[in-house]
Structure formats: C-alpha cells, structure tokens
T-cell receptor, first 115, second 113 residues
Framework: DTEVTQTPKHLVMGMTNKKSLKCEQHMGHRAMYWYKQKAKKPPELMFVYSYEKLSINESVPSRFSPECPNSSLLNLHLHALQPEDSALYLC??????????????FGQGTRLTVV | DQQVKQNSPSLSVQEGRISILNCDYTNSMFDYFLWYKKYPAEGPTFLISISSIKDKNEDGRFTVFLNKSAKHLSLHIVPSQPGDSAVYFCAAAILQGAQKLVFGQGTRLTINP
C-alpha cells in the first residue's frame, strides 16, 4: 500500500471561513509534508513533520496552521485566507533518512479556491 | 534562485522511441535525486530515484543517469508509450532526516502514436 489519502478533493471557502485539509497514510512513514502547487509551477514545500514534530516551516504565513495528531495523520488548518492562496495543496509522506528508502509518496491533492 | 532547472518546458517523442528528459542543479550539497510524473489535478507519482553514490539506476523502462561533475541528471524512457504523456518533475534533496524536496519547473512530455 503506497497510498496517501487527502480529503476533501475540492474546497471552496470564503476569506472569513475556517476550514481544514486532512491527510492520512498507513505506510508507517514517520515524515509527512505539506506542499503547495500553483498552476504551471512546481510544488513548493510548506511544512515538514518528522516523528510528529514540526521540523521545517518554510516561512509560511500564520493563516496556515499545520497539525500532526499522530504518525498517520496530518492536518492543515486554514483561516482568513486570501484569493492568492488558491492552489493545489499536496500532502506527502516518506521514511526518515537512515531507516529505509526515502522516496516521498504524494496524495492526490486538495484543490482549494478562496473567494 | 532556482536550484533545480528543467530547461525544456516540453518534449514530443514518437511512440516506441526513446524519451530523454534533462535536469540541472546548482547546489552541490544535493545527494538524492528523484523523478516524478504528474497528470493534471493529481498528485505527483514517484518514478525512480538515485543517490549521489551511484551514476545510474534502472527500473524497467526507466533509467536515471547522474553526472555529478556536471551537476546534471537525465531520465531515459525506453520504449516510450502513449501513457507516458504527462508532466515530469525532477526533484533534489539533501539526505538528512526528513527530506526537503526542491522541484524543477517540469517538462511536458507528449508521446505521439
């Protein structure tokens, strides 16, 4: 099983709304990631969790708040977003280096539209 | 500052022929390289990877070559099939705990029947 499951697939939210994106994997991976991808651009890293602790925050605005409740789940809480935050949000997971093969597996993404 | 570059935005190849996708990087600290395939509105699908201690890795129709002195890697697909039509991203990372993947801009590969 090399599946990373993201919900919802599509989300439309107003600038005053609060919503959450969810990500789940059952591969035993202890590193999980949030990436953002704008149209015709490559994915850009937002956050990295390693052993359920936030290890990298790529200077992401505080209106994006990540959470890793356990080793299988990763959430991204959204509040007071701007229209320019509309993008495809990708979750990924991998083994931590030194434990096994470390290729990252991606979910299908959540297409977010902020209106 | 683009640390990973894919200079060809698009590539068109005849079915059955070899597809060669190229990628250059500037950060000599990168020691792990990956290729992903992506369809529109889907997440990237992992294809193949190579660590800097190797210069070649092969998996079925896919082979990745790494030239560290030139800071260049390439993905060869032989033979090319219509289902290979997609955007291909090269990515690089420094192996230390969790990865921080840096992606190239992508190359759109079209396989013509």
């Amino acid at each position: 099983d090399t599946e990373v499951t993201q919900t919802p697939k599509h989300l439309v939210m107003g600038m005053t709304n609060k919503k959450s994106l969810k990500c789940e994997q059952h591969m035993g991976h202890r590193a999980m990631y949030w990436y953002k991808q704008k149209a015709k651009k490559p994915p850009e890293l937002m956050f990295v969790y390693s052993y359920e602790k936030l290890s990298i925050n790529e200077s992401v605005p505080s209106r994006f708040s990540p959470e890793c409740p356990n080793s299988s789940l990763l959430n991204l809480h959204l509040h007071a977003l701007q229209p320019e935050d509309s993008a495809l949000y990708l979750c990924a997971s991998s083994q931590v280096y030194g434990t096994a093969n470390t290729e990252a597996f991606f979910g299908q993404g959540t297409r977010l539209t902020v209106v | 500052d683009q640390q990973v570059k894919q200079n060809s935005p698009s590539l068109s190849v005849q079915e059955g022929r070899i597809s060669i996708l190229n990628c250059d990087y500037t950060n000599s600290m990168f020691d792990y390289f990956l290729w992903y395939k992506k369809y529109p509105a889907e997440g990237p699908t992992f294809l193949i990877s190579i660590s800097s201690i190797k210069d070649k890795n092969e998996d079925g129709r896919f082979t990745v070559f790494l030239n560290k002195s030139a800071k260049h890697l390439s993905l060869h697909i032989v033979p090319s099939q219509p289902g290979d039509s997609a955007v291909y991203f090269c990515a690089a990372a420094i192996l230390q705990g969790a990865q921080k993947l840096v992606f190239g801009q992508g190359t759109r590969l079209t396989i013509n029947p």
